[in-house]
Every structure is written in C-alpha cells, then in structure tokens.
C-alpha cells in the first residue's frame, strides 16, 4: 500500500524542520553572545537540505550538512568591555535576528504542514481498513 | 464468475490505488517544500485511470495507416502514469518549483477524492453481498 509512504516522506521532512528549529534556536540564543568557545565570536549555523529519493519519482527531505555562516561578525565600538580589541572593538556573533525569525516561521509552518500530511494520511488508512465492513 | 467480479470492483480499485499513488507524490512535494533545486512533481490522474482500466474495455477502432511515418492516432504506452514535472507559476531563486497553497489544494482535493472513490467500492461491495444474500 502506498500511502504508508506519506509517512515516511513527511516523516523524514519533519524531522528535517527540527533540526532547521534546532540551529535557529542555537543561533538565536547566541545572537548577542561575543564569544564562544575558544574565543572566536558565535557564527551563525545553517542547514542544507537535499531531497533522498523514497520509492520511485518520490523524495523525502534529509540535512546534508550544516554549514557556519562566514560573514563577519558584528563589531560594536565599546572600549570599556572586557572582550574589547586593542582599537576598542567587539566583535560579535554574525546572527541576523530577523532572518532567523523568518526562517523560523518557515520551519515551523513546514513542520505543520508535514503533521497535517501524516494526519490526512492517518485518516485515510484507517477509512480504507473498514472497506467493506 | 470472479473475473466478473473484479470486472465489478475493478475500476474504483484502480481509482483508489492512484489516489494513494498521487497523495504520496504531493506529500513528497509538501515535504520538499524548502528543499533548493527541488520540482515539484504530479501526473494526468485522468490518463492514469484511462490507461489503468484499458485492458478491460474493447480497444477503440484504429485509425488505418498507410505509411509508417502516420501516427497510430494513440498515446504512446506508459504516457498516461508518466510523472510530470509542474510548470511553476512563481519560480523561486533556489530553483524550487514548490507553490505549497497548490500543493495543498491539491492534496485536499486529493483525500476528498480518494474518501469518495473507497465510498464508492464500499457501496459496491456491500450491493454485491446484498445480491449474494438474497
């Protein structure tokens, strides 16, 4: 039967926004940070998703990797703090806040999406297990 | 006696399994929604179940060819279940061709049809042992 597929696919995609709402959490936790470990500002973390074929002509959605974000961090003029650079500069973490609000509104309108697909498919499976009843 | 009976039952089966079929493919769509350099995917449902129920129904009269070059005035096997790429309203810059509003119309559409195609089957199902029981 098919649509036990449909599990599959929206399964895998699910779990795929998670771990996209995972890494915006991350970076937006880390949106003011001015250090992480070893010293180096935070950089923001991105997933990348691919499509894995499921079945024939059907794909799910699985994370090939998460990549850092190279752009240079945020550098904020403040002699006083105690991270400052010999001329007198922070540097930050490079998280834009308003691009990982938007992403995170995808993410989670995706995530959805995906549970409503399982639960349509739920619904179906169960009606056709009564046919003929 | 049973082959009348899958005669019977034969065409909302059919109908039934390609509505599986095309829910499976707009999940795959939905799902890959985010997904960059994905195209979204779907086929001719009304071709599909031409092509699924053919064998069961007298072939058509054949137009008569007198070179070889004419065409057979059929689709050419196996194009009525192809899977089609869709042509995308709004492509987007990552080479996504996911309209998700469509796509979820499409499957709303889809499960509607489908619940209606297992309601037919079940009726016929249930005129069938009504028959059988007198």
């Given at each position: 039967m098919?649509?036990?597929?449909?599990?599959?696919?929206?399964?895998?995609?699910?779990?795929?926004?998670?771990?996209?709402?995972?890494?915006?959490?991350?970076?937006?936790?880390?949106?003011?940070?001015?250090?992480?470990?070893?010293?180096?500002?935070?950089?923001?973390?991105?997933v990348?998703f691919?499509?894995?074929?499921?079945?024939?002509?059907?794909?799910?959605?699985?994370v090939?990797?998460?990549?850092?974000?190279?752009?240079?961090?945020?550098?904020?003029?403040?002699?006083?703090?105690?991270?400052?650079?010999?001329?007198?500069?922070?540097?930050?973490?490079?998280?834009?806040?308003v691009?990982?609000?938007?992403n995170?509104?995808?993410?989670?309108?995706?995530?959805?999406?995906?549970?409503?697909?399982?639960?349509?498919?739920?619904?179906?499976?169960?009606?056709?297990?009564?046919?003929?009843? | 006696?049973?082959?009348?009976?899958?005669?019977?039952?034969?065409?909302?089966?059919?109908?039934?399994?390609?509505?599986?079929?095309?829910?499976?493919?707009?999940?795959?769509?939905?799902?890959?929604?985010?997904?960059?350099?994905?195209?979204?995917?779907?086929?001719?449902?009304?071709?599909?179940?031409?092509?699924?129920?053919?064998?069961?129904?007298?072939?058509?009269?054949?137009?008569?060819?007198?070179?070889?070059?004419?065409?057979?005035?059929?689709?050419?096997?196996?194009?009525?279940?192809?899977?089609?790429?869709?042509?995308?309203?709004?492509?987007?810059?990552?080479?996504?061709?996911?309209?998700?509003?469509?796509?979820?119309?499409?499957?709303?559409?889809?499960?509607?049809?489908?619940?209606?195609?297992?309601?037919?089957?079940?009726?016929?199902?249930?005129?069938?042992?009504?028959?059988?029981?007198?």
């Amino acid at each position: 039967m098919s649509m036990f597929k449909v599990f599959e696919i929206a399964g895998s995609a699910v779990s795929a926004q998670s771990q996209r709402l995972n890494t915006i959490a991350s970076n937006l936790a880390n949106a003011d940070s001015v250090a992480g470990p070893g010293g180096e500002p935070y950089r923001a973390r991105h997933v990348v998703f691919a499509a894995h074929a499921i079945g024939e002509a059907t794909a799910g959605v699985q994370v090939t990797g998460i990549v850092t974000d190279q752009t240079p961090g945020r550098r904020v003029h403040d002699p006083k703090h105690p991270m400052a650079d010999k001329d007198g500069y922070v540097t930050s973490s490079n998280v834009n806040v308003v691009e990982e609000m938007v992403n995170m509104i995808s993410a989670s309108r995706a995530y959805q999406t995906n549970v409503e697909l399982m639960n349509t498919a739920k619904a179906l499976l169960l009606k056709t297990l009564t046919l003929g009843s | 006696m049973l082959d009348k009976l899958d005669g019977v039952l034969r065409f909302h089966g059919e109908a039934l399994k390609l509505r599986a079929r095309r829910q499976e493919l707009l999940a795959a769509n939905l799902a890959n929604a985010d997904t960059p350099h994905y195209k979204a995917v779907d086929f001719k449902f009304a071709d599909a179940l031409r092509m699924a129920t053919a064998d069961a129904r007298p072939a058509p009269a054949a137009l008569a060819r007198t070179h070889a070059a004419h065409a057979s005035g059929r689709a050419p096997a196996g194009s009525g279940t192809a899977v089609l790429y869709r042509t995308p309203s709004q492509p987007s810059v990552d080479g996504n061709t996911v309209d998700a509003d469509v796509e979820r119309a499409h499957f709303a559409d889809n499960t509607v049809r489908y619940e209606a195609a297992l309601r037919f089957l079940n009726h016929q199902l249930k005129m069938l042992l009504a028959a059988s029981q007198g």
